[in-house]
Nanobody, 125 residues
Framework: VQLVESGGGLVQAGGSLRLSCAAS????????VGWFRQAPGKEREFVAT????????YYADSVKGRFTISRDNAANTIYLQMNNLSPEDTAIYYC???????????????????WGQGTQVTVSS
C-alpha cells in the first residue's frame, strides 16, 4: 500500500499548483481519499476529501473556491488543483486514504490510515 505525492514547489502569491498522488490499486478502487497539510509549528489540518465514486466532496473553509480535489480511478491518481495561492497555504501537503471498505469521505484525520510522504508547497508574497 503506497501513496506518492508530487507537484509541490515554489510559487508566487496568486499562482497555481497541481498536486498529484499516485496510489496503489487496492486503495483507489474502494477508498475515500483526501489531502491534509501541515505548516511549520502547526498541527496537520484537513484540506479536502473525495469518496470513491467522486460524488461526496468536502473542503476546508480556508480553501473552498480556490482548491479542487479530483480522482482518476483508472489511473489510480488523486489530484489537488490549487489556484489563487497565498503565503498562508505554505505547508507540506499529504495525500491520505481510508481503509478499503469505507465509503464516507471524512474531514477527521483519525479516519485515515494510509499516508504519503508529503510534498512541500511554498508560496512567496
Amino acid at each position: 500500500v503506497q501513496l506518492v505525492e508530487s507537484g509541490g514547489g515554489l510559487v508566487q502569491a496568486g499562482g497555481s499548483l497541481r498536486l498529484s498522488c499516485a496510489a496503489s490499486g487496492r486503495i483507489m478502487s474502494n477508498s475515500p481519499v483526501g489531502w491534509f497539510r501541515q505548516a511549520p509549528g502547526k498541527e496537520r489540518e484537513f484540506v479536502a476529501t473525495i469518496n470513491g465514486n467522486g460524488y461526496m466532496i468536502y473542503y476546508a473553509d480556508s480553501v473552498k473556491g480556490r482548491f479542487t480535489i479530483s480522482r482518476d480511478n483508472a489511473a489510480n491518481t488523486i489530484y489537488l488543483q490549487m489556484n489563487n495561492l497565498s503565503p498562508e497555504d505554505t505547508a507540506i501537503y499529504y495525500c491520505t486514504a481510508r481503509f478499503p471498505g469505507n465509503v464516507v469521505a471524512s474531514r477527521q484525520i483519525s479516519d485515515y490510515v494510509y499516508w504519503g510522504q508529503g510534498t512541500q508547497v511554498t508560496v512567496s508574497s
